[in-house]
C-alpha cells in the first residue's frame, strides 16, 4: 500500500510539472494573495500560452484524481483506530458520529499525509501559493452567468481539484487550506442556485408565450440580484448542474476529512453557502447530496454538533416563517420552500434526537415571534409552528405550549393575535384544556379589536365543537349544579393569576377554578355585543345566540332585543348576520311570542334598507320564515306582522319578488284556500299581491263574492277583512267587467248611505265609490258632476240626522253613538270629495260635537263661527274625536273656516282629557300645516307640547307627523323645538325613543349636521331652566310649557346626562373641539367673571352640567382617544395608517395649545372664584382638572411653574379631594352626589295615573 501512495504522491507531483508554477509571475501571485482572492488581472499572456499547451483542464480532472487516489489509498492505515472513534460515537450519541469520520482522527493517516506535503513542497520544490492563485483564477472567471463554456467547466474542475486536495491531512497546517480561497469556491454554489431561478423563469416566459400572455424579460428580471449578467442557453444550464453533482462530491470529501473544530466560522458561513442548494424547489439528486453534506458537518468532527444544526436553524427560518421580502418567489414557492425546510428539521430530529429538542424549542418560538404581520401568513405560520412542536414527544411539548399561552399577553398585538391562531389550530386538533379555555377567554377583553374579534371567534368554534374536552368544558361552565363561587376581585385579577402562573416554572395545577363563571361568560358577551368594533359585535352576537341554543335558559328578553337592536346597526355586515340569526333563531324558537314579534320589528324593515346586499338577505329570511316547509308556523307569524302593522315592509318584500319573479304561481291559490281558516292573514297578503303582482279572475271573483256577503259585518276581524277586499278591488278595478264595477259601486254607495258600514271602513267605500264612477264615466267633468250628485244626497241625509240627533237632551245610547259617528265620519269622507256640497250648517253641527265641556262642566273653546247660544248635548268622547277629524276633513278645502278653528282647537288640545281626541286635534293641525302654514304658527307650542303628552300613542302620533313636515320642509326648527325633541331621546316608551333618535341621526343631521353644534351650549342653559343669560335661553314659554318640559334640578339630572351623551356622541372632533372651547369660554369664564351669580342656584346647576360635560369620555377627541398601535396593520394599510398617525400627532398639538393658552387659566382662575364663594362644585370642578391632568399634566405643571404655591394648592387639594372619594367610597353611607351620575331611563309621570276610557282609543270611530 504504501508503494501505491508513492505511486500517487509521484503522479500529483508530474501533473504539477505539468503546470510550470515556477513560470508565473511573482508579481501577479502576490497581488491576488494580497487581494484576499477578491480581485483578478488577467493572467499574464506568456503564462497563458502555456496553459493552452499542457491542456488545462484535462491537468486538473488528472490532479483530483490523483489526490483521490490518494486519500483512497489511504484508508486502510486507519483500521487500527475504529476502537477510539467508535468510543467517542458512543459517548455522543450512535448517530452523532457517522462510521467514515474514524480516517479522521488517525494518526498514522496525519502522519502519511505531512510526508506528503513535505514531498512537494520540500523535494519537489512546488509553489503552493502559485497553484493556490491559479485555482482562485479559474473560479473567479467561471463563477457568473456571463462566462463561458470552457471558463465554466474549468473552474469546477479546479474548485473539485481543490476540495479534494484540502482533504489530505495537515493541509492546514501546510498553508494549502485558504479560508478566503475556500469561500470563493463554495460559492459556486449560488452559481448554481442562480442558474435553477433562470431556468424556471425561462420555463414560465415559455408557457405564458405559448397561452397568447405578454411575455416577461427573465433577463431584466435576473438583471436585479447580477447586473450585466448575460442568459445561458439550455445545454449550459445543464452543464452546471451536472457540473455541481461532482461539486458537491467533492465537498462531501471535505466534510468526511477535514476538520473545522477551530474554525467555527467557517463552518457556519460553510453551511450557509449550502443550505441554498437543499432550499431548491426542484428537490433533485444535487438537494438530496447537499443534504448529506450538511448532516456530515453536524458531527463533533467539525466541533459542537448541536452548535451546527443551530446554524442550520437560523440559517431556515425566514423559509419556515414564509417571508415574502424574496421578491423572485411567488406564495407557491414559498409554500414549497416552507416544506423543505420543515423536511430538514424532521431529518435532524430523526438523527439527532432528544439532544436537539432545545433548539427545536427556540426554533419555533423564533418563527412564532418573526411571523408575518398578514392574516394568511399568521395562519400558515400557525400551523407550521404546531407541526414542528409534533416532531417531538408529547411529555416535551407542555413548556412549548405553556409559553403559547404566554405569548397572548405580549405587549405586541401582532403576537397576541398569532398566538390566538395557534390556540385555534389547537381547538380543531382537540388539544385544549380549562387553562388554555381561559387564555382564550380573557382575551376577549383584549385592548386590540382584532384580538377581541379572534378570541370571540375562537370561543365560537369552541361551543360548537363536539370534542369531548371541550363538551366537558362547557358543561362545567354552564351547568347548573357547580357552583363555583368567586369575589368580584378574583374575577378582576382573573387574567393577571394566569400570566402569574404562566410565568412560573412549577406545574400548573389545572381544575375548575381557573374557569370564568357562566354569568361572567354571559355579561362580557352581551357588552362585546355593543363594542366600537365591527368584527367584534359580529363574533359576540354569533357567540351569544350559539349559547342560548344549547342552554335555552339564556334566552331572556334582553338577548332577543339585543339581536334585534343589531339588525339597526350602523354596519351593513352586522346588519346582514343579525337578519340571519334572528331568522334561525325564530325557526328554533317559533312558538315564542316574543321572538316572533322582534323578528318582525328587527328583520322586516331591512327590505328598505339601503344596502342591497341587506335587503336581498331580508327577502331571504322574509321568505325562509313565511313560505317555508312549516306553513303553519308561517300563519302565526303573518298574524303577528299584522297585529304589529308592519304588513307595509311585507308589501315592499313582495314588490321585490315581483320584480324578480319569484312569486310561486300556487301561492294565491293556497291563500284563498285558506281564507276562512286564517282570514286576516290570508286577505291581506292577497291585499299585498293584488297591488304588484298580476291578479287572475279567481281572486277578482273572491274578492266580489266577500265583499257582497260581508260588507255590512261588525265582527272586528270582517271588518279588517273588508278593508282588505277593497285594497283587492281597487288594484284590480281598471281590469274588471263593466257588470262588476257596478256591482261593487252599488253595494258600496247603498251602504254608506244608509250608515251600515263600520266607522273604519266608511272612509274606503267612500273612495272606492268615487273610483267606481270615474271608471265609469271617461269625461273628468261628467264624472265629477255624477260624484257630486251622489255625494250630495249622502250629505243632505247626513245632516239632516245629525240636525235632529244632536239637539236631543237625553244621553246618548250606545245604539245612537254608533249611528252618530257612522253619520259625523261620512259626512266628513263625503264633503272631502264634494266640498261645494257642505254649508255652514254642517260645520256648526260638527263644531257642537267637537267643542264639548270637559267633566268638571268647564265649556271648551267654541269658534267665532258657533254661536253662543246653541244648545249643547253631552256626547260621548268617541263622537268628539269623530267630529274633530270630519272638521279637518271638511276644512283642507275652506281655508276660512279652518282659520277660525284654528284658535279653537289649539285651545281645545290644551283642555281636553280624551287621547283620542287630542290624537285627533293633532292629525288635523298637521295636515293644514301644509295649506295654512301662517295659521298654524300661533298653534305650534301646543302641537309640540303633545310630545310630553301622558299617552305614549299621542306622544308617537305627534312625533311621526311633525317628523313628516320636517322632511317635506313644511316645518322648520325654530325655538324650542329641537329641544323637545331631544328630550324624547330618555323619554320612557322605547319605541318612541327608537324614532327620535332615528330621526335625528339619520335624517336630521345628515341635512343640518351642524345643528347639534350650534344648540349644545343653548342646551345646557334651556335644560337647566337658566333666566338672565344675555345669550342663552331667551325663549318665552307659557307656565304649561315650562311644567311640562322642564327637567332642571337635581332629580332629573340623569336624563340631562343622557342627552348631553347623545349630543356628544354624534359630534365630530372638530365639533367636539370647539364644544371644548365655548363651555369653558361661555360657561366657566362666564362665572369667573361674574356674567352668571353664583348666588343664583340656576348658576350652579348650569357650571355643574358644563363640568361634567367637560369631565366625561364621550367629549374626547375619538382620533386621540383611538390607538393607532393597538391592532395589526395589514400591508395595504400602511400608507393609511400612517396617515392617520401624522394627523393624530398634528391633531394632539392643537388641542394641546388650546389647553394651555385657554382651558387652563380659566380653570384656575374658577378654582380661586370658587374657594372665595366656599362653593360646594369645588368637587366637580376637581373631577375636570383631574381628567386633564390625565391627559396633560406636564403642560399643566409648565404652566404652574411661574407660581409655585399655585401648583402646591393644587397638588393638596387633588390629594385631599382623591382621598375623600376613597374614604366616600369604603364608607356604608351614600355618597354625596359631585356630578351628573350616568344615565338611566326614569318615568317622568310615575305618580300620575293615568285614566284611559277603553273607547277612547279609537282615533276615527
Known amino acids: 500500500m504504501e508503494d501505491n501512495v508513492e505511486i500517487y504522491q509521484q503522479t500529483v507531483a508530474s501533473e504539477l510539472d505539468c503546470l510550470q508554477l515556477d513560470k508565473l509571475e511573482t508579481e501577479w501571485i502576490k497581488e491576488v494573495i494580497d487581494n484576499d482572492f477578491l480581485q483578478f488581472q488577467d493572467i499574464p499572456l506568456l503564462y497563458d500560452e502555456i496553459l493552452e499547451e499542457c491542456h488545462i483542464t484535462s491537468r486538473l480532472i488528472h490532479l483530483q484524481k490523483a489526490f483521490l487516489l490518494w486519500l483512497e489509498s489511504n484508508k486502510g492505515s486507519s483500521e487500527d483506530s475504529d476502537e477510539v472513534s467508535t468510543a467517542t460515537r458512543q459517548s455522543l450519541g450512535g448517530s452523532l458520529m457517522p462510521e467514515n469520520t474514524s480516517a479522521a482522527v488517525n494518526i498514522n493517516l496525519t502522519n502519511n499525509g505531512s510526508r506528503f506535503w513535505s514531498f512537494l513542497f520540500q523535494e519537489k520544490k512546488v509553489n503552493i501559493q502559485s497553484l493556490l492563485a491559479l485555482i482562485g483564477f479559474f473560479i473567479d472567471r467561471g463563477s457568473t452567468l456571463s462566462s463561458t463554456h470552457e471558463e465554466r467547466q474549468r473552474c469546477f474542475e479546479a474548485a473539485q481539484m481543490y476540495f479534494t486536495m484540502i482533504c489530505i491531512p495537515a493541509s492546514m497546517?501546510?498553508?494549502?487550506?485558504?479560508?478566503?480561497?475556500?469561500?470563493?469556491?463554495?460559492?459556486?454554489?449560488?452559481?448554481?442556485?442562480?442558474?435553477r431561478k433562470y431556468a424556471q423563469k425561462s420555463a414560465l416566459q415559455s408557457q405564458q408565450a405559448k397561452k397568447g400572455h405578454k411575455q416577461t424579460q427573465p433577463e431584466a428580471e435576473f438583471e436585479d440580484e447580477e447586473e450585466g449578467e448575460a442568459p445561458i442557453g439550455p445545454e449550459e444550464i445543464a452543464a452546471v448542474e451536472k457540473a455541481m453533482s461532482r461539486f458537491l462530491d467533492a465537498l462531501f470529501l471535505v466534510a468526511q476529512h477535514l476538520s473545522f473544530k477551530r474554525y467555527p466560522n467557517i463552518l457556519k458561513e460553510t453551511v450557509e453557502c449550502i443550505l441554498p442548494a437543499i432550499i431548491n424547489l426542484d428537490r433533485g439528486a444535487v438537494s438530496l447530496k447537499a443534504l448529506e453534506i450538511i448532516h456530515n458537518f453536524c458531527n463533533p468532527l467539525h466541533g459542537d454538533a448541536v452548535q451546527t444544526v443551530h446554524h442550520v436553524f437560523v440559517h431556515i427560518l425566514p423559509y419556515l416563517v414564509l417571508d415574502p421580502s424574496e421578491k423572485d418567489l411567488n406564495n407557491k414557492n414559498?409554500?414549497?420552500?416552507?416544506?423543505?425546510?420543515?423536511?430538514?428539521?424532521?431529518?435532524?430530529?430523526?438523527?439527532?434526537?432528544?439532544?436537539?429538542?432545545?433548539?427545536?424549542?427556540?426554533?419555533?418560538?423564533?418563527?412564532?415571534?418573526?411571523?408575518?404581520?398578514?392574516?394568511?401568513?399568521?395562519?400558515?405560520?400557525?400551523?407550521?409552528?404546531?407541526?414542528?412542536?409534533?416532531?417531538?414527544?408529547?411529555?416535551?411539548?407542555?413548556?412549548?405550549?405553556?409559553?403559547?399561552?404566554?405569548?397572548?399577553?405580549?405587549?405586541?398585538?401582532?403576537?397576541?393575535?398569532?398566538?390566538?391562531?395557534?390556540?385555534?389550530?389547537?381547538?380543531?386538533?382537540?388539544?385544549?384544556?380549562?387553562?388554555?379555555?381561559?387564555?382564550?377567554?380573557?382575551?376577549?377583553s383584549d385592548q386590540s379589536a382584532t384580538v377581541r374579534a379572534k378570541a370571540l371567534s375562537i370561543l365560537g368554534e369552541c361551543i360548537e365543537s363536539s370534542d369531548r374536552s371541550v363538551v366537558e368544558i362547557f358543561d362545567i361552565i354552564f351547568s347548573e349544579e357547580v357552583d363555583r363561587q368567586t369575589t368580584g376581585a378574583e374575577e378582576l385579577e382573573e387574567e393577571t393569576d394566569i400570566v402569574e402562573l404562566l410565568q412560573g416554572e412549577e406545574p400548573i395545577n389545572i381544575t375548575a377554578a381557573l374557569l370564568p363563571k357562566a354569568s361572567v361568560i354571559m355579561n362580557l358577551l352581551k357588552e362585546r355585543a355593543v363594542d366600537e368594533k365591527v368584527h367584534v359585535r359580529k363574533n359576540a352576537l354569533q357567540l351569544l345566540l350559539s349559547v342560548t341554543r344549547r342552554h335555552r335558559r339564556y334566552l331572556t328578553q334582553d338577548f332577543v332585543k339585543l339581536l334585534g337592536n343589531a339588525c339597526r346597526d350602523v354596519a351593513m355586515l352586522i346588519r346582514r348576520n343579525s337578519a340571519q340569526m334572528m331568522t334561525d333563531l325564530l325557526c328554533e324558537h317559533?312558538?315564542?311570542?316574543?321572538?316572533?314579534?322582534?323578528?318582525?320589528?328587527?328583520?322586516?324593515?331591512?327590505?328598505?334598507?339601503?344596502?342591497?346586499?341587506?335587503?336581498?338577505?331580508?327577502?331571504?329570511?322574509?321568505?325562509?320564515?313565511?313560505?317555508?316547509?312549516?306553513?303553519?308556523?308561517?300563519?302565526?307569524?303573518l298574524e303577528v306582522i299584522i297585529e304589529l302593522g308592519l304588513d307595509i315592509y311585507l308589501s315592499k318584500a313582495v314588490e321585490m319578488w315581483s320584480r324578480q319573479q319569484q312569486i310561486p304561481a300556487q301561492l294565491l291559490r293556497t291563500l284563498l284556500s285558506n281564507s276562512e281558516q286564517r282570514p286576516r292573514a290570508a286577505l291581506t297578503l292577497v291585499a299585498i299581491f293584488a297591488r304588484h303582482a298580476i291578479i287572475d279572475n279567481n281572486v277578482k271573483k273572491f274578492a266580489l263574492d266577500y265583499l257582497q256577503e260581508n260588507i255590512g259585518s261588525t265582527n272586528s276581524v270582517n271588518i279588517y277583512c273588508i278593508q282588505q277586499v277593497y285594497k283587492v278591488i281597487g288594484a284590480t278595478l281598471p281590469s274588471m267587467s263593466k257588470e262588476n264595477v257596478q256591482t261593487i259601486r252599488e253595494i258600496s254607495s247603498r251602504f254608506v248611505a244608509n250608515s251600515q258600514l263600520s266607522t273604519n271602513v266608511i272612509t274606503t267605500a267612500c273612495d272606492m265609490v268615487v273610483f267606481?264612477?270615474?271608471?265609469?264615466?271617461?269625461?273628468?267633468?261628467?264624472?265629477?258632476?255624477?260624484?257630486?250628485?251622489?255625494?250630495?244626497?249622502i250629505i243632505s241625509s247626513s245632516g239632516e240626522f245629525l240636525s235632529i240627533h244632536l239637539r236631543k237632551q237625553e244621553n246618548v245610547s250606545p245604539e245612537e253613538e254608533e249611528q252618530l259617528a257612522r253619520r259625523i265620519l261620512t259626512l266628513g269622507c263625503v264633503g272631502l270629495h264634494c266640498p261645494q256640497q257642505v254649508n255652514k250648517r254642517h260645520f256648526l253641527l260638527l263644531q257642537h260635537a267637537a267643542f264639548q265641556p270637559d267633566e268638571s262642566g268647564v265649556d271648551a273653546p267654541i269658534p267665532l263661527s258657533q254661536p253662543q247660544s246653541q244648545p249643547k248635548r253631552k256626547l260621548p268622547p268617541r263622537l268628539q274625536a269623530a267630529a274633530v277629524i270630519s272638521l279637518g276633513k271638511l276644512s283642507v278645502q275652506h281655508e276660512e273656516m279652518a282659520k277660525r278653528?284654528?284658535?279653537?282647537?289649539?285651545?281645545?288640545?290644551?283642555?281636553?282629557?280624551?287621547?283620542?281626541?287630542?290624537?285627533?286635534?293633532?292629525?288635523?293641525?298637521?295636515?293644514?300645516?301644509?295649506?295654512?302654514?301662517?295659521?298654524?304658527?300661533?298653534?305650534?307650542?301646543?302641537?309640540?307640547?303633545?310630545?310630553?303628552?301622558?299617552?305614549?300613542?299621542?306622544?308617537?302620533?305627534?312625533?311621526?307627523?311633525?317628523?313628516?313636515?320636517?322632511?317635506?320642509?313644511?316645518?322648520?326648527?325654530?325655538?324650542?323645538?329641537?329641544?323637545?325633541?331631544?328630550?324624547?331621546?330618555?323619554?320612557?316608551?322605547?319605541?318612541?325613543?327608537?324614532?327620535?333618535?332615528?330621526?335625528?341621526?339619520?335624517?336630521?343631521?345628515?341635512?343640518?349636521?351642524?345643528?347639534?353644534?350650534?344648540?349644545?351650549?343653548?342646551?345646557?342653559?334651556?335644560?337647566?331652566?337658566?333666566?338672565?343669560?344675555?345669550?342663552?335661553?331667551?325663549?318665552?314659554?307659557?307656565?304649561?310649557?315650562?311644567?311640562?318640559?322642564?327637567?332642571?334640578?337635581?332629580?332629573?339630572?340623569?336624563r340631562r346626562f343622557q342627552i348631553y351623551q347623545f349630543m356628544l356622541q354624534n359630534l365630530d372632533d372638530e365639533a367636539r373641539f370647539q364644544l371644548t372651547f365655548r363651555l369653558t369660554r361661555d360657561v366657566l369664564h362666564g362665572v369667573v367673571e361674574e356674567v352668571m351669580s353664583l348666588k343664583n342656584a340656576s348658576t350652579e346647576a348650569v357650571l355643574k352640567d358644563a363640568l361634567a360635560v367637560l369631565s366625561c369620555d364621550d367629549i374626547k377627541l375619538a382620533s386621540l382617544s383611538a390607538s393607532t398601535d393597538d391592532d395589526p396593520v395589514e400591508n395595504e394599510d400602511i400608507a393609511q395608517a400612517i396617515?392617520?398617525?401624522?394627523?393624530?400627532?398634528?391633531?394632539?398639538?392643537?388641542?394641546?395649545?388650546?389647553?394651555?393658552?385657554?382651558?387652563?387659566?380659566?380653570?384656575?382662575?374658577?378654582?380661586?372664584?370658587?374657594?372665595?364663594?366656599?362653593?360646594?362644585?369645588m368637587g366637580n370642578l376637581m373631577l375636570f382638572l383631574r381628567e386633564l391632568m390625565k391627559d396633560y399634566k406636564d403642560e399643566i405643571q409648565e404652566i404652574l411653574a411661574g407660581d409655585r404655591q399655585l401648583m402646591v394648592e393644587i397638588d393638596l387639594d387633588m390629594k385631599r379631594f382623591e382621598q375623600q372619594e376613597r374614604m366616600e367610597a369604603e364608607s356604608p353611607t351614600p355618597r354625596v352626589d359631585r356630578t351628573i351620575p350616568p344615565p338611566e331611563l326614569v318615568n317622568p309621570r310615575e305618580d300620575e295615573q293615568v285614566r284611559v276610557q277603553s273607547k277612547d282609543r279609537q282615533c276615527q270611530g
Open 173 to 195: 497546517a501546510f498553508r494549502v487550506f485558504h479560508q478566503m480561497l475556500y469561500m470563493k469556491a463554495l460559492q459556486l454554489v449560488q452559481l448554481y442556485v442562480q442558474t
Open 334 to 444: 414559498l409554500v414549497a420552500l416552507k416544506d423543505i425546510s420543515f423536511n430538514l428539521v424532521n431529518s435532524f430530529i430523526s438523527k439527532f434526537g432528544e439532544i436537539i429538542y432545545p433548539l427545536l424549542h427556540g426554533l419555533i418560538k423564533h418563527v412564532c415571534v418573526e411571523v408575518v404581520d398578514r392574516a394568511e401568513y399568521r395562519h400558515k405560520t400557525a400551523q407550521t409552528a404546531l407541526d414542528l412542536l409534533q416532531l417531538i414527544p408529547e411529555e416535551h411539548r407542555q413548556g412549548t405550549i405553556r409559553w403559547f399561552l404566554l405569548l397572548a399577553h405580549t405587549e405586541q398585538a401582532f403576537l397576541r393575535l398569532f398566538s390566538l391562531e395557534i390556540l385555534s389550530i389547537l381547538l380543531q386538533n382537540g388539544q385544549i384544556d380549562m387553562l388554555t379555555f381561559a387564555v382564550i377567554f380573557g382575551q376577549c
Open 590 to 637: 317559533s312558538e315564542n311570542e316574543a321572538v316572533q314579534k322582534l323578528w318582525a320589528r328587527s328583520v322586516l324593515p331591512l327590505v328598505i334598507d339601503g344596502e342591497t346586499r341587506v335587503q336581498e338577505k331580508a327577502l331571504e329570511c322574509i321568505s325562509r320564515s313565511l313560505v317555508g316547509n312549516d306553513s303553519q308556523k308561517g300563519w302565526i307569524l
Open 772 to 793: 267606481c264612477i270615474q271608471q265609469q264615466v271617461a269625461d273628468e267633468d261628467k264624472a265629477r258632476k255624477e260624484a257630486a250628485e251622489w255625494a250630495g244626497e
Open 901 to 1054: 278653528l284654528i284658535p279653537g282647537l289649539g285651545r281645545l288640545l290644551e283642555t281636553t282629557p280624551h287621547e283620542a281626541v287630542r290624537n285627533n286635534i293633532v292629525c288635523c293641525l298637521c295636515d293644514w300645516v301644509i295649506r295654512y302654514a301662517t295659521a298654524i304658527d300661533p298653534v305650534m307650542p301646543q302641537v309640540t307640547a303633545c310630545l310630553r303628552d301622558p299617552t305614549p300613542a299621542v306622544r308617537k302620533q305627534t312625533l311621526v307627523l311633525l317628523i313628516h313636515l320636517l322632511q317635506e320642509d313644511y316645518l322648520k326648527i325654530r325655538g324650542t323645538f329641537f329641544f323637545r325633541i331631544l328630550q324624547l331621546a330618555c323619554d320612557d316608551d322605547e319605541s318612541l325613543r327608537d324614532l327620535a333618535l332615528f330621526y335625528v341621526t339619520q335624517r336630521l343631521l345628515h341635512r343640518r349636521p351642524t345643528i347639534i353644534q350650534q344648540h349644545f351650549i343653548e342646551c345646557v342653559f334651556h335644560f337647566n331652566d337658566y333666566k338672565g343669560h344675555p345669550t342663552y335661553n331667551r325663549h318665552a314659554l307659557t307656565d304649561r310649557e315650562n311644567k311640562l318640559f322642564s327637567i332642571a334640578g337635581q332629580q332629573h339630572s340623569r
Open 1139 to 1177: 396617515v392617520q398617525s401624522t394627523k393624530k400627532a398634528i391633531i394632539a398639538q392643537v388641542v394641546k395649545r388650546n389647553v394651555i393658552e385657554n382651558i387652563v387659566p380659566i380653570v384656575v382662575a374658577l378654582k380661586r372664584k370658587l374657594a372665595a364663594n366656599k362653593s360646594s362644585l
